[in-house]
């Protein structure tokens, strides 16, 4: 497996592997701070409903005093009593738009369906209390009105459960947050079987009449689930917030005002009662002087709701910095180990590459291959500079080479070639003919070797001297290259003589190479020196390869005879 396969290999197998850790954390972080995000809703929608629970069970307050007063009833007690109805009706429409904002569709249905119950019983309860504070004091039914305070009384009766309901999920995000939960949820309840405590008495401060017996169960009953209710707010406390200023100072006032000043007003007023004594005071009196003894439970209420509510904020902001610090780690990770890693991977990866491809190419001769000048002196600019350095002296050893086989082609050709006309000389032309002749005679083929002379040529020398004569050779020469077969030889045979080697030509082909070399050097004119036109003829000789003419020798030896005989017969011709 190549380098690079497996590099690739490595890191994707290192990547998934970070991929996955880090994705697993993400999903536990994402997953913990979306628990969280939920727990702050939870505990939004928790105050709503205690917010609900609370403005309904405090809307029973002036509905009492308005129960009890005369006609026409005083301003102020009217409009406390609207007012009360404009933070019941307040409040519920705030917690109808918390729960529409719940994921769960059974659980936001179902909660939006109670708490539109608790409305109608809310206006049924409201249109009681209209119907008796419409009629005179003294026309009042008491159990008219006992309907109208159990009415209003069970509005808190199905707020209580709402609230129940909706804090559930919160309660259950941790053990402190659902002890605060709790304890806020309980000084509720304490808060409305307060207000109930105070709702019994209103039949018979109205009527001013004795408490009935079932009053009186219904007032004792009411106390003992006070005292269960303090008792679980204090437990409750002591366990989540014993150190908490703000909540034990609220417990402490609560203790002060309500069970000291708030129980002690109840207290008085049933001693008078059970003293077959009518207190001497109205409703809206009594509610004066006992409502706000019950104001302690709600900062009590509200102390734990705040520190729930900042618990969870807390929460859900260190899981959000948790979940933020892991996704600066994976982009940390990515920027400064994985991305510097594939970078350094492929540079590497990418100069082994090159320079595997330059060392191929220079191994199979391609010396002007270019090599990338190093831009970093590391361990690869050094390898780029040691190829670099590897072709240079490749390129010296090429040209060295190439110098060297060129010298020996100018040794070989001036070994084989005559210097002045460039032809085959004598020694070259013997060994290459002699070849040619042997293997020509052995396969039966043909051949012919012919001797050219030009005539008169001393005179020529004599006459314009030997530069011309020079002249005169070159030229021929050139005309006998030109009008020769490539599959023939000829050479300078000696100072005007030429030897042809015509191969596979009979006699007929030999005439005709023969003849068309005679004319053409017979239809050249030279010009002199001094002017003069030179026209040259020569006289040819050749012979036929035979089984007695066989060797180069032979052959030779009998073109010169018929070049003798050519002279003889007046030059320029060609005999055979």
Known sequence: ??????????????????????????????????????????????????????????????????????????????????????????????????????????????????????????????????????????????????????????????????????????????????????????????????????????????????????????????????????????????????????????????????????????????????????????????????????????????????????????????????????????AALVLLLIVPLCLFGYRLLNALTTSANIIKALAAGKLDTPVPTPVRSDEIGDVLSAIAILRDHSQARQALQIEREALIADLHEAATTDFLTGALNRRAFQSMATVTVTQTARRGGYCSVALLDLDHFKRVNDTWGHDVGDVVIRAVSERCRINLRSSDLFARYGGEEFIFLLADANEANTIEVLERIRQDIARTTLATVDGQSLHLTVSVGFAQLSPQQDTLEKLALAADRHLYDAKERGRNRVIG
């Open 1 to 330: 497996m190549r380098i690079k396969t497996r590099f690739i290999l490595y890191i994707t197998a290192w990547t998934l592997t970070l991929a996955g850790l880090l994705g697993w954390l993400a999903h536990k972080q994402w997953h913990e701070y979306a628990e969280n995000h939920h727990a702050v809703r939870d505990v939004e929608r928790t105050i709503l409903a205690l917010k609900v629970f609370e403005m309904v069970s405090r809307e029973r307050g002036p509905s009492n005093a308005m129960m009890g007063a005369p006609l026409p009833a005083p301003a102020s007690q009217a409009a406390a009593l609207t007012t009360a109805r404009e933070h019941s009706d307040a409040a519920i429409n705030a917690l109808m738009s918390g729960l529409q904002q719940l994921d769960d569709d059974d659980d936001r249905a179902t909660l939006v369906n109670a708490l539109l119950q608790l409305q109608n019983d809310l206006q049924t309860g409201r249109r009681k209390v209209d119907t008796l504070i419409a009629m005179p004091v003294a026309q009042r039914p008491g159990e008219t009105i006992d309907d109208a305070v159990t009415a209003m009384i069970a509005v808190a009766g199905r707020a209580s459960p709402l609230a129940t309901r909706v804090s559930g999920a919160a309660e259950q995000r941790g053990n402190t947050l659902n002890d605060l939960l709790v304890a806020a949820r309980a000084a509720a309840e304490l808060r409305e079987q307060a207000g109930q405590l105070g709702s019994q008495f209103t039949r018979a401060l109205i009527r001013q009449e004795p408490l009935t017996r079932q009053t009186v169960e219904s007032i004792e009953r009411i106390i003992g689930h006070i005292d269960i209710m303090r008792m679980l707010v204090n437990n409750r406390v002591a366990r989540c917030c014993a150190d908490n200023p703000d909540i034990t100072g609220a417990v402490t006032q609560m203790d002060q005002q309500y069970f000291g000043d708030g129980q002690a007003l109840v207290n008085q007023v049933l001693l008078t009662w059970r003293a077959s004594v009518v207190p001497q005071m109205t409703t809206g009196e009594f509610a004066a002087r006992y409502v706000p003894t019950m104001n302690p439970i709600v900062g009590l209420r509200d102390a734990l709701l705040l520190q729930a509510s900042k618990q969870a904020q807390a929460a859900e902001s260190r899981s959000r910095n948790s979940l933020l610090w892991l996704g600066g780690l994976t």
